[in-house]
């Protein structure tokens, strides 16, 4: 092949690939001369060609751009918007590969523009998304520059600083000395069981349990061991004695406030109890607490790292479902783990961006936090509600629900014959998501249940899709 | 001790550490009494303490704040910029810890606000900072909201097209469906070695290497065998092919443009050469090509992807060096370990913070990034000139340095007899950095070298900072 063709072709690829859209210019002829290394004329020759075959066309005094008619017939089918498409295929779901199944549950919520129900993200429609921006931009109007180094970890220090104000305020005083950000409740999770468990170890979680946790142990090649866990106590303690009595646990991972997907709040004893049984083994706890301000209850309720003497629990949150989850801002308090936590968050990704660490200090400090938070609170304690009604009308005899204490998701169990990896790829050909219980654990403890999302706001179309989903699951009974 | 002390003992507390600042509010009675479950008496009572105590007033009408003597009593003592503070103990470099040798010296840049020729990242404010974050900004205000489910691995959409696009119009058409967006190339390189090599595995590097490549061995608890490479040349071929005779080697870690520290331009054929040899024994090659657009030749150099057939390079890069490092958009070529890759992303951090992600695409699409990099390079050429001038002129006979062809540091051999770690904590003292060599090898062959960064704009003061180094160098040899 000549030296023409070939870039002739290589550009070829690129339009049907969609590198160049309709109606882009590309490169000059000169450009495309020094940046492929080669001569003037044989960029002429294969301009000519794409030319010729109709890709591109040449514009006088401004160059050669892509044909709309080259790339709508090269360009790969752009996907419909929901309903014409047929679902993907679920992931069959006998050996359960976790993450596999999360990732795959959600694409097919983007890829469908189905009703959420699915969703482990709160709608971002509540979020003060544009306040939030306008702070970014106003950093941006102060700084001429921003020199990374300054944001290095621990993170920002007035990040830091309002983290630790709001945890103070909320009584639980903590020092921004141990504070180090992240990117997300997910890093911090990941980065705390890195500092205290190696590959091989076995950490216990939850049962049903959030499924970032079986994650961060799955990547991190460790190992899980599920504890019965109490849809209104939490974790169920004397099971966990006698599992540490068994074998040596390297960590415990739980979420005592708003777990998802049970919802249950811990009571304070039994949160103490938890403490002082892994203190007493010196086993850290990893706390999960991000929707610690999401509570439906009077206040902020403890966190493990309120009962902690010994620098053993590991407290982990974020904004991203309280503020914005787009930011990617959250943090670990990791106790006597702090300077591995925050050098490991250095090997891992150096950094978190600094505008977005800038901009949420920006709107703690001068903004309506409390004010937001407020109204969010309200509106999923009143869309729980509503879920709760209509699940108990729509849905066959035989179905149990969460109480939700907090969070916006509620955990339904149906009817045993009920499969809920059927029921996901039904819906999912209606339009609907929901979250199959297999999410949630490793064992098969949960085929029969599904988690739903209630933070969008709730309408005809929503409410007919809730019907939609009870009447297949009766189909399915 | 009574609850209102308890109280009062915590706010103090909270005020010495710098939680509550001079001139903040405090919350409310009300509010203070909701949040920490005691009674409205309570929490007078312990205002009125932290009265009498002058840690916060009340003002009239407007609540309680904390008074500014209070916060400056009790306050930790700020950080004296530079000269006056005494310089923090540079780590023992006997045993080599690479990842704490490298954090303590880019604290003591921050600390220090030292001439930063130890610095590794570039300088700021050459980037065009306020032009990216205008974009940010027109992308909160057409975008009432922002779903995080949009930007799940592999990342943005359109980011992604523009990723490519570039690459074709530098002559290297890669497909779109490959790309995984990542926090910065350190993500991007993480993943890449967990997702071809496992704990206890060795993986072959440069000597001396980026430290980020130790960084990420050392993570993962795997071992590091250094080869031997050429300033000019790269990675000695013959070394690694007998090195591969001898042992198992899961990955091979280079970077061949602009290594860092070398600076070096890996010619052609021995790329090529490389990549040869990888394959042929079914190696993983993952290239860290984060030097890619900064180039001092005619074109961007070709890369290991260009010849790679086999899907066995996985290619890294960012715009930490090239556009604006506080953003942290990296992202990964990873050949036939894409799918691997993605999940690990979506596992170690979810996703990117999207308005980065999306402001950058922007960026690419309407702006002059061709224009701002011709400019970039021009100044690193004409930095690196000077800097290699004046080093030449101000240290003592038997020093060498690089000839760096891309990038912006120089690599530089001082007479064998002169400690770099004890040049390092005397540059220090005078508020000067360098980049000690050990930071380069887990093994002692560089303990008289330096790396200096030349991004920073050419002053008096850089020109009397690089004088002094040259006479701390004499006094040392």
Redesign the interface.
Known sequence: MKLYEKLAD??T??VR?????AGER??SVR??S????VSIKTVLHAYALLESRGIVESRPQSGYFVRDAAARALAPAAPQPGRSRAPQAAPVAAEVDV??LV?ST??S??AHDAV?FG?P?PD??L?P??RI??Y??A???R???????????PGNPELI?QI??RY????M?V???EIVIT??A??AI?LSLQAVA??GDTVAVESPTYYAML??I??L?MRAIEVATHPQDGIDIEALAQVIARQKIAACMVMPNFQNPLGFQMPDARKRQLVGLLAAHEIPAIENDVYQELYFG???PSTLKTYDTKGLVLHCASF?KSL?????IGWALPGRYRAQVE??K???????????QVAVADYLRQDGYDRHLRHVRKVYRQQASIMTALVQRFFPVGTRMSTPQGGYVLWVELPDSVDSMRLYQAALARSITVGPGMMFSTRNDFRHFIRLNYSYPWTAQTEAALKTLGELVKQMT
Chains 1, 2 share one sequence.
């Open positions: 290589e550009m690829e690129a690939r969609g590198v160049f859209a590309i490169l450009q495309a020094q940046q492929h290394g993450s596999r990732l959600l694409r919520i983007r959420p969703s993200y971002p429609s979020f998304w544009r921006n306008q970014a931009n950093i941006a109007r700084q001429a520059s921003w020199n990374l180094i300054d944001d290095l970890p600083r630790a104000r103070a305020e909320n009584g005083p020092d921004p000395g990117l997300g997910t890093e990941n190696k590959p994650h961060a799955e990547r090649g009077e206040a902020r991203s914005t989850a787009s930011y990617r050098k490991l250095f090997l891992n990704t150096l950094t978190t961006p600094s505008v977005p």
